[in-house]
């Protein structure tokens, strides 16, 4: 087997990161875009020792599992790969996921659910990031055409690349009224005249779109992300859509002068409302701006929170410790059954996010500690009953399971958005802490991303 053949593979099963595995006489092969049940060709374009990968070139048989994606840039964009299985089938391969991974890495038998499904199945996302660029990456149908415009393009990259952008002209996970704005937007900054970032020369004026809609209030927030500061170009653009669209409530101009191709300005400049809009959960609600961190699956984040809701099992004489505490979100919901709540984060904005929000809600028992976990945690004079592990994908420091182990909760509940350093975090835990059950949660359907809630009870 070498790069460049191509091969007839029986797909066995789906690996984490959303591949089909097939075995050549026991070797390894990983295939983009196909599901257990397809007899595929694929061809072979990387090469290891212990395995190889390979892009589909025909399915001969497919899946019975396989369905016609919405999508027409669906197997191109990176957005979301899985949209031909169906939806059932794709809850199964989560869970297997979160099963293998605490079995093979984490040493671990221990009760995993059946994955609570998302409410929504398209129109999900309550924010989406859009990007220009001066190269237009063709659709397959699209080449050996007659060319379309190839020096703008305003959408999503293609799978596995930074550079390469799709030009959409709407994206089936944000709503009707997102992908109206999305047109709007990209009807004006190609009749501007004022060229387009390019990614790899770092020379042109647009650079992002953020689109953010609250489900509760269904307000929007346009944030325009330039290159550098030109009223001249952008209040036009602000004027013509807060006078179609009455429920734009917020557009922001984020300045971003540096190479670095994050969609966060060095500054940003009010054009139009507030700097922020409303969203709910629960009954609670959350201030976002432009910038801040809120879960992308609002209706999702509410079976996510009941989950730790219930798992920690408060009564209201608790005291709680929530690690990785960003804006507020978990401490704020579990306020109403503990007797205290500290979150700890190290992002200093994220902080004062959170206390805006308790104060907004007029909850009173939290208290928010801005630093890091590993020189904060030990010092806490409160002994917790029950701790929240949320950290970043991943996972925890070494340093800061020694902490917790130090601290002994009586309870922890563990909320993970990565499956591998999920298991890998257990497993270190799992002497001092009995793994009781873990709820998978899907919040990004037609995605391999799967949120996990574990529950532990002190040994």
């Known amino acids: 087997m070498k790069k460049g053949d191509i091969l007839e593979l029986e797909i066995e099963k789906v690996v984490f990161g959303g591949q089909g595995l097939a075995r050549v006489d026991g070797f390894a092969v990983f295939v983009e875009s196909a599901i257990p049940g397809d007899r595929v060709r694929a061809r072979i374009f990387k090469k290891k020792k212990r395995f190889a990968e390979a892009r589909l070139v025909e399915i001969i048989k497919p899946s019975q599992h396989r369905i016609d994606a919405p999508c027409r840039y669906s197997g191109v964009c990176g957005g979301c790969k899985w949209q031909f299985c169906d939806y059932p089938k794709q809850l199964e391969y989560k869970r297997e996921h979160v099963l293998d991974s605490l079995e093979r890495i984490g040493k671990l038998d221990v009760p995993v659910h059946p994955v609570i499904p998302s409410p929504k199945h398209f129109g999900y996302r309550n924010k989406m990031e859009f990007s220009f660029s001066d190269r237009r990456w ?3 149908e699209e080449m050996g055409g007659e060319a379309p415009q190839i020096d703008f393009a305003l959408g999503l990259h293609v799978s596995g690349t930074f550079y390469k952008i799709l030009d959409i002209e709407a994206c089936l996970l944000q709503s009707d ?3 109206q704005i999305l047109h709007d937007i990209k009807e004006y900054t190609l009749k501007s005249g004022i060229p387009v970032y390019g990614i790899r020369t770092h020379i042109g004026f647009w650079r992002f779109l953020m689109l953010r809609h609250s489900h509760a209030r269904n ?4 944030n325009i992300v330039t290159s550098e500061d030109m009223e001249g170009a952008v209040q036009p653009l602000t004027d013509l ?5 009455k429920n734009i409530t917020s557009v922001v101009n984020n300045i971003n002068s540096r190479k670095g191709s994050v969609a966060v300005g060095e500054r940003e400049v009010l054009l139009y409302g507030r700097p922020t809009i409303e969203d709910a ?3 609670f609600v959350f201030e976002i701006s432009a910038n801040s961190f809120f879960q992308t699956n609002t209706l999702g984040a509410e079976k996510l929170y009941t989950t730790v809701e219930e798992y920690a099992g408060l009564t209201g004489r608790e005291t709680v410790v929530d690690l990785y505490s960003g804006t507020g979100t978990i401490p704020i919901f579990l306020s109403r059954g503990a007797r205290k709540v500290i979150g700890i984060e190290i992002i200093e904005s994220a902080v004062s996010d959170a206390k805006r929000n308790c104060k907004r809600n007029n909850i009173s028992n939290c208290e928010f500690l801005c630093g890091d976990i590993k020189n904060l945690l030990p010092g806490i004079s409160e002994k917790p009953d029950v701790m929240i592990i949320d950290p970043p994908r991943a ?16 309870k922890i509940v563990y909320v993970s958005c990565n499956p ?12 001092d802490y009995r793994v009781v059950e873990v709820q998978p949660v899907d919040m990004f359907p037609h995605t ?4 996990s809630v574990a529950r532990l009870e002190r040994k």
């Open 241 to 245: 859509l807060t006078q179609k669209y």
């Open 138 to 140: 063709l659709l397959p």
């Open 448 to 451: 391999f991303h799967i949120e």
């Open 219 to 222: 307000e929007w927030m346009v």
């Open 177 to 179: 009224t997102g992908n």
């Open 281 to 283: 959960i629960a009954g």
């Open 420 to 431: 591998t350093t999920l298991a890998r975090d257990l497993e270190l835990l799992k002497q």
């Open 395 to 410: 996972g925890m420091h070494p340093d800061v399971v020694k902490h917790v182990c130090a601290v002994a909760p009586r």
